[in-house]
């Protein structure tokens, strides 16, 4: 709508109306429009606050990651991790001195 189009409905309204009618018309008009923007506004404060709170649910929904074995190594541990999670030597048994028949079974 250009401003021509704009000066002609105002003094069209302006004829009908009358000049003591007009400001208490645009008063009432003025008044619905900002009713309308504030209810536009709390329905999509709404609407945002229930797409928040599916995405919450969602998030819970989803399980937690799993421990890892221990021992076990990945790629992003750091070095401090990697040695912590290996047992230490004192945990580990010695190895089992070879008996007569297992330096037998070799020597075949």
Known sequence: MGFSETIFLFFLALLIFGP???????????KALNEFKRASNEFRSQIESEIA?????????????AQRPIGAIAGSST????????????AQPAP??????TVKALDA
């Open 79 to 90: 070095k401090a991790e990697i040695i912590a999670s290996e047992p230490s030597p004192e």
């Open 20 to 30: 003591k009618k007009l400001p208490e018309i645009a008063r009432q008009i003025g």
């Open 53 to 65: 709170n599916m995405e919450v649910q969602e998030r819970r929904e989803i399980l937690p990651p």
């Open 96 to 101: 089992a001195e070879p008996t007569g028949a």
